[in-house]
């Protein structure tokens, strides 16, 4: 993973996938639907519940061409091509995910609508004018490089494109709390603020169909929740101290360190 530091344990993530699979009663030898294993394969803030809303916002067609940049174990891509039919390309830097997206594409029967390419955000292997959606959930945070990432999306969506994101924010005060989900110390962070991620956006060349913080509604969400107690199906699979990271992630948004924003930005015609 070149430039960019590993945080997440990926090693053997099949066999932690098919464990963690298998523990939780899910017969791997049929397709499972891919919304069964949202708690382990939607890797940001909010899980599945803010896949689907992103969805609804971008409003995805069946025949349009979706990618989906940071895929991770490529839950989202998933969950895109089984809901709206949409065919997916995925990026990702670690050869692991990669690995174990391949892999959930397969137990889910998605592997003819999900292609998964190891490849960076910022040199993505795509003609310009290849997407109708680029969608991109908890990456930035992980890049410095804004304006790199934002002119390679705007080069790879076709006219009238959408890039449909979730991303944390930097909020009014520095983040102290480490390790968070994305880093184990500051210098592996780099969040924007929120009036730098619309202007780098529109710098490029995008027109702002929505931006808006969701951090209040989703802390309250948090605190309503009801603790089911550990399960099996988990990013704590694959992720190491999840619960040190999340429990800090939690205390930086509540301190209004970070804050959690999500949008959608529109390519002219
Ligand atoms: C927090 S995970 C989110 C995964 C996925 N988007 C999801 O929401 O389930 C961030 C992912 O971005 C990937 N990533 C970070 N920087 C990247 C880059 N420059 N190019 C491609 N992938 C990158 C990481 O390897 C990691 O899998």
């Known amino acids: 993973m070149s430039g960019l530091k590993q945080h997440y344990a990926a090693e053997g993530i099949e066999q932690r996938l098919l464990s963690a699979i298998r523990a939780a009663g899910l017969d791997p030898e049929h397709p499972i639907a891919p919304e069964a294993l949202g708690a382990l394969d939607h890797f940001h803030t909010g ?37 709206t039919g949409s065919q997916v390309d995925c990026i990702e830097m670690s050869s692991d995910y990669c690995a174990g997206a391949e892999f ?35 990456v930035g945070m992980n890049i410095q490089d804004k304006q790199s990432l934002y002119s390679e999306i705007f080069r790879v969506l076709k006219p009238c494109g959408r890039f449909a994101f979730q991303e944390m924010a ?17 210098s592996d962070s780099f969040l924007a603020p929120a009036d730098e991620m619309i202007s780098g956006l529109t710098g490029c060349g995008f027109n702002k169909v929505l931006f808006e913080d969701t951090s209040d509604e989703h802390m309250a969400r948090t605190a309503a929740a009801v603790d089911s107690g550990p399960t099996p199906l988990s990013l704590s699979v694959y992720v190491d101290d999840l619960s040190i990271k999340a429990g800090n992630a939690k205390r930086s948004l509540s301190e209004n360190q970070i804050r959690l924003v999500r949008g959608i930005f529109q390519k002219p015609d």
Do not use: H
């Open 170 to 186: 930097a909020g009014e005060t520095e983040t102290r709390y480490f390790p968070l989900p994305w880093a184990s110390d500051a």
């Open 104 to 138: 959930l594409n397969k137990l889910t029967g998605l592997s003819a609508s999900i292609n998964v390419y190891e490849a960076s955000a910022l040199d993505m292997p795509f003609a310009e004018n290849s997407f109708d959606v680029v969608w991109m959930q908890n």
């Open 47 to 83: 899980g599945l519940r803010a896949s689907l809303e992103l969805m609804t916002l971008a409003g995805i067609g069946a025949d349009e061409r979706v990618l989906d940049v940071g895929a991770g174990l490529g839950g989202c891509a998933r969950l895109i091509a089984d809901k």
